[in-house]
Protein backbone atom coordinates (compact mmCIF):
# COMPACT_ATOMS: atom_id res chain seq x y z
CA UNK A 1 0.00 0.00 0.00
CA UNK A 2 1.60 3.13 -1.10
CA UNK A 3 1.56 6.59 1.31
CA UNK A 4 -0.85 8.28 -0.89
CA UNK A 5 -3.10 5.30 -1.41
CA UNK A 6 -3.01 5.41 2.86
CA UNK A 7 -5.90 6.80 5.81
CA UNK A 8 -8.05 5.86 8.28
CA UNK A 9 -11.26 6.42 6.24
CA UNK A 10 -12.00 4.41 3.14
CA UNK A 11 -15.22 4.54 0.69
CA UNK A 12 -16.20 1.72 -1.28
CA UNK A 13 -19.01 1.12 -3.65
CA UNK A 14 -20.27 -0.66 -6.94
CA UNK A 15 -20.62 0.33 -10.22
CA UNK A 16 -23.51 -0.41 -10.82
CA UNK A 17 -25.26 0.77 -7.16
CA UNK A 18 -25.55 4.47 -6.41
CA UNK A 19 -25.18 4.10 -2.77
CA UNK A 20 -21.62 5.03 -1.57
CA UNK A 21 -20.01 3.10 1.54
CA UNK A 22 -17.56 3.86 4.17
CA UNK A 23 -15.64 2.43 6.87
CA UNK A 24 -12.75 3.81 9.13
CA UNK A 25 -10.49 2.40 11.17
CA UNK A 26 -10.45 2.98 14.76
CA UNK A 27 -8.29 3.22 17.99
CA UNK A 28 -10.39 1.73 21.00
CA UNK A 29 -8.92 4.44 23.48
CA UNK A 30 -9.75 8.03 24.79
CA UNK A 31 -6.67 9.86 23.69
CA UNK A 32 -6.36 13.12 21.39
CA UNK A 33 -4.32 10.89 18.99
CA UNK A 34 -7.54 8.41 18.47
CA UNK A 35 -10.05 11.60 17.87
CA UNK A 36 -7.99 12.69 15.13
CA UNK A 37 -10.80 11.40 12.28
CA UNK A 38 -13.94 12.82 13.95
CA UNK A 39 -14.78 15.64 12.63
CA UNK A 40 -14.24 14.14 8.87
CA UNK A 41 -15.90 10.75 10.12
CA UNK A 42 -18.97 13.06 11.34
CA UNK A 43 -19.50 14.12 7.96
CA UNK A 44 -19.75 10.60 5.99
CA UNK A 45 -22.12 9.41 8.73
CA UNK A 46 -24.60 11.70 8.13
CA UNK A 47 -24.67 10.71 4.52
CA UNK A 48 -25.86 7.18 5.59
CA UNK A 49 -28.30 5.37 6.98
CA UNK A 50 -27.13 2.23 9.07
CA UNK A 51 -24.09 2.38 11.81
CA UNK A 52 -22.10 -0.38 12.31
CA UNK A 53 -19.69 -0.50 15.09
CA UNK A 54 -17.16 -3.66 15.47
CA UNK A 55 -19.71 -4.86 17.86
CA UNK A 56 -23.03 -4.02 19.21
CA UNK A 57 -23.14 -1.73 22.17
CA UNK A 58 -26.61 -2.54 22.78
CA UNK A 59 -26.26 -5.65 22.90
CA UNK A 60 -27.89 -7.40 26.38
CA UNK A 61 -25.26 -9.61 26.78
CA UNK A 62 -22.46 -7.02 27.17
CA UNK A 63 -23.88 -7.15 30.73
CA UNK A 64 -22.23 -9.71 31.46
CA UNK A 65 -18.62 -8.55 30.10
CA UNK A 66 -16.42 -8.50 33.32
CA UNK A 67 -17.24 -12.02 34.37
CA UNK A 68 -15.29 -13.03 30.59
CA UNK A 69 -12.68 -10.43 31.75
CA UNK A 70 -11.76 -12.60 34.96
CA UNK A 71 -9.79 -15.67 36.12
CA UNK A 72 -12.11 -18.61 36.35
CA UNK A 73 -12.14 -20.69 39.72
CA UNK A 74 -11.14 -17.69 41.23
CA UNK A 75 -7.90 -18.20 40.44
CA UNK A 76 -5.54 -15.00 40.73
CA UNK A 77 -2.38 -13.81 39.03
CA UNK A 78 -0.02 -15.41 41.06
CA UNK A 79 -1.27 -18.33 41.03
CA UNK A 80 -0.78 -18.64 37.87
CA UNK A 81 2.32 -17.33 37.55
CA UNK A 82 3.86 -18.02 41.48
CA UNK A 83 4.72 -16.14 44.72
CA UNK A 84 8.28 -14.90 43.62
CA UNK A 85 7.78 -13.87 39.59
CA UNK A 86 4.24 -11.97 41.19
CA UNK A 87 5.83 -9.73 43.19
CA UNK A 88 8.73 -8.95 40.97
CA UNK A 89 5.77 -8.10 38.17
CA UNK A 90 4.31 -6.25 40.76
CA UNK A 91 6.65 -3.48 41.62
CA UNK A 92 7.86 -3.33 38.01
CA UNK A 93 3.94 -1.84 37.47
CA UNK A 94 3.83 -0.06 40.09
CA UNK A 95 7.09 2.01 39.74
CA UNK A 96 6.67 1.84 35.70
CA UNK A 97 2.99 2.51 35.06
CA UNK A 98 1.49 3.56 38.84
CA UNK A 99 -0.80 0.23 38.77
CA UNK A 100 -1.33 -1.61 41.91
CA UNK A 101 -1.24 -5.63 40.62
CA UNK A 102 -2.94 -6.81 44.06
CA UNK A 103 -6.48 -4.82 42.55
CA UNK A 104 -6.58 -6.20 39.38
CA UNK A 105 -4.71 -9.51 39.92
CA UNK A 106 -8.20 -11.25 39.26
CA UNK A 107 -8.27 -10.33 36.08
CA UNK A 108 -7.23 -12.29 33.11
CA UNK A 109 -3.39 -11.86 31.94
CA UNK A 110 -4.46 -10.14 28.78
CA UNK A 111 -6.68 -7.63 30.51
CA UNK A 112 -4.28 -6.92 32.86
CA UNK A 113 -1.72 -6.17 29.59
CA UNK A 114 -3.98 -3.90 28.25
CA UNK A 115 -4.98 -2.08 31.59
CA UNK A 116 -0.77 -1.23 31.46
CA UNK A 117 -1.49 -0.14 27.36
CA UNK A 118 -3.99 1.95 27.81
CA UNK A 119 -2.60 3.57 31.56
CA UNK A 120 0.56 4.62 28.96
CA UNK A 121 -1.94 6.59 26.50
CA UNK A 122 -3.57 10.29 27.97
CA UNK A 123 -6.76 10.29 28.22
CA UNK A 124 -8.35 13.76 26.66
CA UNK A 125 -12.00 12.20 26.55
CA UNK A 126 -14.32 10.60 28.70
CA UNK A 127 -15.07 7.28 26.24
CA UNK A 128 -12.99 5.97 23.51
CA UNK A 129 -13.78 7.00 19.98
CA UNK A 130 -15.81 3.57 18.95
CA UNK A 131 -18.12 4.47 21.64
CA UNK A 132 -18.24 8.40 20.79
CA UNK A 133 -19.16 7.40 17.27
CA UNK A 134 -21.70 4.89 18.54
CA UNK A 135 -23.27 7.69 20.62
CA UNK A 136 -23.41 9.71 17.84
CA UNK A 137 -24.84 7.79 15.35
CA UNK A 138 -27.81 7.23 17.97
CA UNK A 139 -28.19 11.36 18.42
CA UNK A 140 -28.48 11.72 14.25
CA UNK A 141 -31.31 8.39 14.22
CA UNK A 142 -29.09 5.89 12.44
CA UNK A 143 -29.77 2.45 12.19
CA UNK A 144 -27.39 0.92 14.62
CA UNK A 145 -25.77 -2.52 13.70
CA UNK A 146 -22.54 -4.56 14.83
CA UNK A 147 -20.24 -6.78 12.56
CA UNK A 148 -19.73 -9.25 16.22
CA UNK A 149 -21.99 -9.84 18.48
CA UNK A 150 -20.55 -9.67 22.43
CA UNK A 151 -20.85 -14.03 22.60
CA UNK A 152 -18.43 -13.36 19.54
CA UNK A 153 -16.02 -11.64 21.48
CA UNK A 154 -16.31 -13.25 24.55
CA UNK A 155 -15.77 -16.95 22.29
CA UNK A 156 -12.61 -15.30 21.27
CA UNK A 157 -11.59 -13.94 24.78
CA UNK A 158 -11.98 -17.67 25.92
CA UNK A 159 -9.90 -19.18 22.92
CA UNK A 160 -6.76 -17.38 23.41
CA UNK A 161 -4.69 -19.78 25.78
CA UNK A 162 -3.47 -19.09 29.22
CA UNK A 163 0.19 -19.45 28.42
CA UNK A 164 0.03 -16.79 25.23
CA UNK A 165 -1.83 -14.73 27.75
CA UNK A 166 1.01 -14.60 30.23
CA UNK A 167 3.69 -14.48 27.16
CA UNK A 168 1.96 -11.22 26.83
CA UNK A 169 1.86 -10.05 30.12
CA UNK A 170 5.74 -10.64 30.36
CA UNK A 171 6.58 -8.75 27.59
CA UNK A 172 4.83 -5.88 28.95
CA UNK A 173 6.90 -5.79 32.28
CA UNK A 174 10.31 -7.11 30.54
CA UNK A 175 11.55 -3.93 29.07
CA UNK A 176 8.92 -1.15 29.96
CA UNK A 177 10.53 1.13 28.28
CA UNK A 178 10.77 -0.97 24.89
CA UNK A 179 6.93 -1.84 25.77
CA UNK A 180 6.15 2.16 26.47
CA UNK A 181 8.03 2.97 22.93
CA UNK A 182 5.82 0.80 20.98
CA UNK A 183 2.47 1.55 22.69
CA UNK A 184 3.19 5.75 21.94
CA UNK A 185 4.34 4.81 18.25
CA UNK A 186 1.23 3.16 17.57
CA UNK A 187 -0.96 6.01 18.89
CA UNK A 188 1.33 8.42 16.68
CA UNK A 189 1.13 5.90 13.47
CA UNK A 190 -2.92 6.56 14.10
CA UNK A 191 -2.82 10.13 14.25
CA UNK A 192 -0.87 10.44 10.97
CA UNK A 193 -3.03 8.36 9.19
CA UNK A 194 -0.29 5.34 9.14
CA UNK A 195 -2.38 2.30 8.21
CA UNK A 196 -0.32 -0.45 6.60
CA UNK A 197 2.25 -0.05 9.30
CA UNK A 198 -0.25 -0.06 11.91
CA UNK A 199 -1.04 -3.02 10.41
CA UNK A 200 2.08 -4.52 10.64
CA UNK A 201 2.80 -3.94 14.26
CA UNK A 202 -0.31 -4.89 15.23
CA UNK A 203 0.49 -8.21 13.30
CA UNK A 204 3.79 -8.76 14.91
CA UNK A 205 2.62 -7.79 18.24
CA UNK A 206 -0.25 -10.28 18.16
CA UNK A 207 2.09 -13.41 16.79
CA UNK A 208 0.75 -16.69 17.53
CA UNK A 209 -2.50 -15.15 17.63
CA UNK A 210 -2.87 -13.25 14.83
CA UNK A 211 -4.94 -15.66 12.78
CA UNK A 212 -7.48 -15.82 15.65
CA UNK A 213 -7.10 -12.26 16.60
CA UNK A 214 -7.08 -10.81 13.25
CA UNK A 215 -7.59 -12.95 10.07
CA UNK A 216 -10.60 -15.17 11.31
CA UNK A 217 -12.54 -11.91 12.50
CA UNK A 218 -11.28 -10.34 9.07
CA UNK A 219 -12.99 -12.74 6.63
CA UNK A 220 -16.23 -12.78 9.27
CA UNK A 221 -16.56 -9.47 9.70
CA UNK A 222 -15.99 -8.31 6.14
CA UNK A 223 -19.21 -11.49 5.65
CA UNK A 224 -21.14 -9.44 7.79
CA UNK A 225 -20.49 -5.62 6.41
CA UNK A 226 -21.35 -7.12 2.87
CA UNK A 227 -24.65 -8.65 4.11
CA UNK A 228 -25.64 -5.19 5.82
CA UNK A 229 -24.37 -2.81 2.97
CA UNK A 230 -26.64 -5.27 0.46
CA UNK A 231 -29.73 -2.97 2.34
CA UNK A 232 -28.56 0.55 2.18
CA UNK A 233 -25.57 3.29 2.50
CA UNK A 234 -23.39 2.45 5.64
CA UNK A 235 -20.87 3.71 7.61
CA UNK A 236 -18.87 1.04 9.95
CA UNK A 237 -16.00 1.69 12.18
CA UNK A 238 -13.59 -1.34 13.09
CA UNK A 239 -10.40 -1.25 14.50
CA UNK A 240 -7.54 0.27 12.59
CA UNK A 241 -5.08 -2.94 12.37
CA UNK A 242 -8.02 -5.28 10.64
CA UNK A 243 -8.08 -2.70 7.51
CA UNK A 244 -4.95 -3.32 5.73
CA UNK A 245 -2.93 -6.41 4.66
CA UNK A 246 -3.55 -9.48 2.35
CA UNK A 247 -5.83 -10.52 4.79
CA UNK A 248 -7.71 -7.15 6.09
CA UNK A 249 -10.92 -6.35 5.76
CA UNK A 250 -10.08 -3.57 2.37
CA UNK A 251 -8.78 -6.03 0.35
CA UNK A 252 -11.92 -8.38 1.15
CA UNK A 253 -14.33 -5.36 -0.09
CA UNK A 254 -12.18 -5.53 -3.45
CA UNK A 255 -12.27 -9.25 -3.90
CA UNK A 256 -16.00 -8.91 -3.69
CA UNK A 257 -16.67 -6.44 -6.58
CA UNK A 258 -16.42 -3.34 -4.94
CA UNK A 259 -14.43 -0.28 -5.69
CA UNK A 260 -12.30 0.88 -2.66
CA UNK A 261 -10.75 4.61 -2.38
CA UNK A 262 -9.09 6.77 0.62
CA UNK A 263 -10.59 9.72 2.02
CA UNK A 264 -8.24 12.31 3.14
CA UNK A 265 -8.87 12.98 6.70
CA UNK A 266 -5.64 15.55 7.63
Given at each position: ???????????????????????????????????????????YMELCHTYIGEMDLNDPEL?????????????????????????????????????????????????????????????????????????????????????????????????????????????????????????????????????????????????????????????????????????????????????????????????????VNPIKIN
Amino acid sequence: MSKKKESLLWQFRKDNESRTHYILGTMHVKSEEAYTPVSVAKHYMELCHTYIGEMDLNDPELSNIGDYFINQDGLVLEDLIGKKKYNKYSQIILKAFDIDLDEIAHYKPLVISNMIAESIITKNFDVALDHFLWEYAQAIGMEMKGLESATDQFEIMKSIPMESQLKGLKSCVKNVNTFRSKVLKMSELYAQGELNELYQSAKKSMGELRKLMIYDRNAKMTERLLDIASNGATFSAVGAAHLGGAKGMLRGLKKAGYKVNPIKIN
